[in-house]
């Protein structure tokens, strides 16, 4: 059974850094990725990596997050630098196999805010 765990959300004041991890069990997939709900909204695009290493961003995060991974942890990373008050959300991950199924965290709630 493939269940992505995040962690790592909080409370940080603006201007502040956050890095989320995201624990996969099972095979490796051949792309990954975070997104992020706000409250009563669909979830948004945060940035992907796929299998080859190549990354995608959000242009609201780009320059501010980096998306990374860690095979050997079987751990996605979501670095967030500057962050601010319009980053407040639920931060998900997902994975998806390369039989193109897809796997959705519970998320983890970043909050920005002095």
């Known amino acids: 059974q493939v269940q992505p765990v995040e962690s790592g959300g909080g409370l940080v004041q603006p201007g502040g850094s956050l890095r989320l991890s995201c624990a996969v069990s099972?095979?490796?997939?051949?792309?990954y990725a975070w997104y992020r709900q706000y409250p009563g909204s669909q979830r948004d695009f945060v940035a992907s990596?796929?299998?080859?290493?190549?990354?995608i961003y959000a242009s609201s995060v780009k320059g501010r997050f980096t998306i990374s991974r860690d095979n050997t942890k079987n751990t996605l990373y979501l670095q967030m630098n500057s962050l601010q008050p319009e980053d407040t959300a639920v931060y998900l991950c997902?994975?998806?196999?390369?039989?193109?199924?897809?796997?959705w965290g519970q998320g983890t709630q970043v909050t920005v805010s002095s």
């Open positions: 990596i796929n299998s080859g290493e190549s990354t």
């Open positions: 997902t994975v998806r196999s390369y039989s193109n199924a897809a796997y």
């Open positions: 099972g095979s490796t997939f051949k792309f």
